[in-house]
């Protein structure tokens, strides 16, 4: 089985910066789409940023600008890169992956531990 390890979050000051990491432990027979979703207390989760093997990416509007995807699919990473955040930032952010593990094998969709992100002066 494949796990998704998250790094990077923690408390920033507004107008500050992080960088999210992501990992997967395993191999993937295939990998289609990696993405970041975050999730506030007391809201749904959302799609922050999505990149995909042919290099579409797709931002959320209260992020365009601000953050910015990259990812090594052969080597099965995605980042985000983070600025100016405020504290509408503020939430937990998992890192998901979508692919199959073996050429027999549907896709699936993985999700990180999620990694809490606080913007607080």
């Known amino acids: 089985q494949v796990q998704l390890v998250e790094s990077g979050g923690g408390l920033v000051q507004p107008g500050g910066s992080l960088r999210l990491s992501c990992a997967a432990s395993?191999?993937?027979?295939?990998?289609?789409?990696m993405a970041w979703y975050r999730q506030a207390p007391g809201n749904q989760s959302e799609l922050v940023a999505s990149i995909a093997n042919a290099g579409n990416t797709v931002y959320a509007d209260s992020v365009k600008g601000r953050f910015a995807i990259s990812s090594d699919f052969a080597k099965h990473t995605v980042t985000l890169q983070m600025n100016s955040l405020n504290s509408e930032d503020t939430a937990i952010y998992y890192c998901?992956?979508?692919?199959?593990?073996?050429?027999?094998?549907?896709?699936?969709?993985?999700w990180g531990q999620g990694t809490q992100v606080t913007v607080s002066s």
């Open positions: 395993g191999r993937f027979f295939s990998l289609v789409r």
């Open positions: 998901y992956f979508w692919g199959r593990l073996a050429w027999n094998s549907g896709h699936n969709a993985y």
